[in-house]
């Protein structure tokens, strides 16, 4: 079992920057990834940024080059920077941890919000 505890997210203007963290308790010795995937009204969830093997990084490709995913392995704890945000950000974001028997655990989501 891991438990996800997300904090981070807030009201922002366009332009400007979020950082979201991400701490896991629990069966930290069997993870095999830690990303975070966001949802929109209206939309399905998808994949922003996730880390797996500690270094090995993967983003979706609206936010390549303004967002940076990262991992503190001593703390347990997955980061997303998020700079330049757009309005079109504004969502729902969801920190994944997926183990190495392929369990998936979700944290309780934290809301983004860009203006224009």
């Known amino acids: 079992q891991v438990q996800l505890v997300e904090s981070g997210g807030g009201l922002v203007q366009a332009g400007g920057s979020l950082r979201l963290s991400c701490a896991a308790s629990?069966?930290?010795?069997?993870?095999?990834?830690m990303g975070w995937y966001r949802q929109a009204p209206g939309k399905q969830r998808e994949l922003v940024a996730d880390i797996r093997d500690g270094s090995s990084t993967n983003y979706a490709d609206s936010v390549k080059g303004r967002f940076t995913i990262s991992r503190d392995n001593a703390k347990n704890t997955v980061y997303l920077q998020m700079n330049s945000l757009k309005p079109e950000d504004t969502a729902v974001y969801y920190c994944n941890v997926r183990l190495i028997n392929l369990d998936n655990y979700w944290g309780q989501g934290t809301q983004v919000t860009v203006s224009s």
């Open positions: 629990g069966s930290i010795f069997s993870i095999n990834s």
